[in-house]
């Protein structure tokens, strides 16, 4: 039976270094907290008005669905019209890169558990590229006095 790289041997070994990896990146992204902030447009937006506070965040936010709503009165009034089309599509754009800019991670742990995390990864990443070696040449090279 083949395992890794084509190599006798090893497949046990591949898994268990995989198991490593993989518990050490689910632990580390079970430890960071996503936050949501000020996105991109509605920082611009702040800029160019100046206004500052909760009213001024409601408004930005507002204005961005503006050429999405003219989008959909266009296309309910004629479907056929280009121009409302594209209108939905640059509000969904709009959107979706005002979302995306809103969040932040922070993490959330202590040194000692970052350095295991750390450990734990390399262990598992170097049981995998250990498991691509042939076990039988391994063995004979291992045992030379």
Avoid: C
Avoid at 5 to 29: D, E, I, K, N, R
Avoid at 49 to 57: I, L, V
């Amino acid at each position: 039976m083949r395992s890794p790289g084509g190599t006798p041997g090893g497949g046990g070994m591949f898994l268990v270094g995989f198991g490593l990896s993989g518990l050490a990146v689910y632990l580390f992204f079970w430890s960071v907290m996503v936050h949501t902030g000020e996105g991109m447009i509605g920082r611009l937006a702040h800029g160019i008005t100046g206004s500052a506070g909760r009213f001024a965040e409601t408004t930005s936010t507002a204005i961005l669905f503006l050429p999405f709503l003219l989008g959909v009165i266009t296309l309910f009034y004629d479907a056929r019209k280009k121009w409302g089309w594209w209108l939905i599509y640059i509000g969904i754009f709009i959107l979706a890169i005002e979302i995306l800019s809103r969040i932040r991670f922070a993490m959330n742990m202590r040194l000692v558990h970052l350095l295991g995390l750390i450990i734990l990864f390399a262990a598992g990443t170097g049981l995998m590229l250990r498991s691509y070696r042939d076990q039988s040449v391994a063995d004979v090279n291992d045992e030379s006095p």
